[in-house]
């Protein structure tokens, strides 16, 4: 009997969720530069975890320091002892996120726009992520401001602890002069929850 406790105690959990965070405002432009800096150095840097670890980190801590223009939130997540389930979940997750309005990225598009643009008032950003281990701060209902704060700060927590296995962070619009609009957001994600 003990052989096969010790062996199921030494399997790998996996998990893999989905975080959901809207903000809105005039003052929100800035997180938009700082989302498409981010997806350009992970893109130039063609999918290695450290630079997108840190990117990530980066992400959280903006994120965070905007807390007074949250407006409402969702997460989802399951938990795998097969990294094949769980790789096959993250790329499901990864393709709703990418399928969302406003959240295809084409860098190439922005070096040639005017230079006054009209701002969104509305970012939505969707990180997934897939770790090793178990991390209560992240699997939990993230849907109130200090629980979101707990989850952000448990993302960068897990980058400096290596235990970070994917990340992929869309957000809508994803380009500058882009808009996402009231009906837009309910229409396209309608899981969110007010904080």
Known sequence: MSGIFNKMMGRTRYVVCRIFLHLAGS???PILGELN?????????EGDMQVMGEGLVDLCETLVRYDEYWLSASNEGDVFWSEGEAGDYFNELFSDSAERYGADLDLDASSSQPLSLP?????????????????PDIETDL??????????????NLHYNHKLRAIQ???????????LTNDELLQYYPELIPL
């Open 27 to 29: 003052e929100i432009a």
């Open 37 to 45: 800096r981010i997806a350009r150095d992970a893109i130039a840097s």
């Open 119 to 135: 701002t969104t008032r509305n970012i939505v950003v969707m990180i997934t992520v897939a770790f090793e281990g178990e991390v």
């Open 143 to 156: 849907a109130n401001i200090q629980a979101l704060k707990e989850g952000l700060k448990a993302l960068i």
């Open 169 to 179: 962070v869309h957000f809508s619009p994803a380009r500058l002069g882009d808009e």
